[in-house]
């Protein structure tokens, strides 16, 4: 991609609202979450919008671009293919790390299933850049990072929010896909003010922007997705349009969707929104850029559109590969452990890691495990039809010692194993849930590794019942 490019207003597609979103007025482009596209299979809905020249921009969850290990290539490769095959001017994906442990730690790696914060500090930053550039280098077309929304902080930090976002985009050119809802979330939980962080960060960066709803729940907001935008999220959106004009701004709504004409009077209030702090922002001067010394431009653009970096031209310079394990490894290694601490303290109940706040940690954990069966049930509907009303109790009494390992469809399967060789009563429920393990599993390994002699273990035993 070689030009400037508008988006303009979007909105989230998903399966549950694909004919809706065909049938809104005024969508000029839609987002869609990388992992849940097979590039040679894409949906339907989604080809017709591509037909009408509706844009569509791959949304990565999964890389983990601020955890400690390296990117994975097999990963860059399936968000490279996405974006090739949908056209898209620029892929996104989060300022997060999803995953710990593992060679680093020399400890057993472990799956968050949700978005996780990194620590603001100049260890995480390094590492953080290096994974950029890495994806960078991987990806056919630019990549614009998002901030995220976090209920918990690290303690030590050595930068704010748009400090370390400024720094960020200094030293890589990476784009930014800021989401103002998350801001919000932040000044509920982390008391952090949205309009310094807006003072600090490169706003002229800003590829995109994010506008999602939630609610809060004694003290704590949460980051949903599945409510209505507040006020609160509209106001930060109207500080950000007063100082430069967002490319494109999406409006997102991952379950509990509304009637399509609901979501059509959010984005309504989107565009009113927008229209009303431009026309402000105009009144007072014509410059709609950010104030000086606020952030780098890493290439010039017209009011309202996205400039494309030159991604080569990167400030600071990568090690090389002679010094990097004496230059690199270190902080790699101690931003490992940290996390790896966190991690396991989230999921699987060890001691709180020192200088966290112990009661929000216990908010996490529980959100973190009520995003697994969210999706799990996804996944898998068929275990919440045959559990019923038990299938969430009986999922959050699972999780909460037995970490995911493996992705959400080997959870799926392990938290069924983990029922019935629990010995539940022998009944017709009893009876699917097994019969739907055995289908599933597969034919038994047939390597002689520990893992493989458990399971085919497992089948025997299920077998037998």
Not at 58 to 65: D, F, K, M, R, T
Not at 178 to 196: S, Y
Not at 221 to 231: I, K, L, Q, T
Not at 303 to 314: I, K, R, S, T
């Amino acid at each position: 991609m070689t030009k400037s490019e508008r988006l303009g207003t979007g909105i989230g597609w998903r399966p549950e609202i694909a004919e809706a979103v065909e049938r809104m007025p005024g969508i000029d482009w839609v987002e869609a979450v990388a992992e849940n596209l097979c590039p040679g299979h894409l949906p339907e809905s989604l080809l017709r919008l591509r037909e009408r020249g509706v844009t569509v921009v791959p949304h990565g969850v999964s890389l983990g671009l601020g955890g400690a290990d390296r990117p994975d290539e097999a990963r860059l490769t399936a968000l490279a293919e996405r974006a090739e095959a949908l056209g898209s001017p620029l892929v996104t994906e989060h300022i997060a790390f999803v995953r710990a442990g593992g060679p680093l730690t020399a400890s057993p790696l472990l799956e968050a299933g949700h978005l996780l914060p990194v620590p603001r500090t100049r260890d995480a930053l390094r590492v953080l850049c290096e994974n950029v550039r890495a994806a960078q280098a991987a990806l056919p077309v630019p990549l614009a990072v998002e901030n995220i929304a976090a209920l918990i902080s690290w303690p030590g930090e050595e930068m704010t929010e748009g400090q370390f976002l400024y720094d960020l985009v200094d030293r890589t050119g990476v784009r930014l896909l800021i989401d103002v809802a998350n801001l919000h979330t932040n000044h509920v939980n982390r008391d952090e003010d949205p309009a310094k962080a807006l003072d600090e960060l490169p706003v002229e960066a800003i590829a995109y922007v994010h506008v999602a709803g939630g609610f809060e729940r004694d003290g704590v907001w949460h980051d949903s997705h599945a409510h209505p935008v507040p006020r609160p999220v509209l106001d930060i959106l109207a500080d950000l349009a007063s100082r430069v004009t967002p490319p494109g701004v999406l409006l997102e709504r991952d379950e509990n969707f509304p009637e399509p004409a609901e979501l059509e009077r959010e984005l309504t209030a989107i565009r009113d929104t927008l229209k009303k702090a431009e026309a402000g922002a105009r009144a007072t001067g014509p410059d709609r850029t950010a104030p000086a010394g606020t952030g780098p431009t890493p290439s010039a653009a017209a009011p309202g559109e996205m400039a494309v970096p030159d991604q080569a031209a990167a400030p600071e310079e990568v090690p090389a590969p002679d010094s990097r394990a004496a230059a690199g490894d270190a902080p790699r290694q101690r931003v490992a452990l940290a996390q790896a601490a966190l991690l396991s303290a989230l999921v699987a109940g060890t001691p709180a890691p020192e200088g966290f706040d112990r009661v929000r940690l216990g908010v996490q954990a529980r959100a973190l495990a009520a995003k697994r069966a969210d999706v799990v049930a996804k996944v898998a509907p068929e275990l919440p039809e045959i559990l019923a009303d038990g299938y969430r109790p009986a999922f959050l009494a699972y999780a909460q010692r037995r970490p995911m390992t493996g992705g959400y469809r080997r959870d799926a399967l392990d938290f069924a194993e983990h029922l019935l060789l629990a010995g539940l009563p022998e009944s017709a429920r009893t009876r699917r849930l097994r019969a739907w393990w055995l289908e599933r599993s597969g034919p038994a390994p047939l390597s002689g590794r520990p893992v493989a002699r458990l399971a085919r273990a497992t089948r025997r035993a299920l077998l037998r019942r």
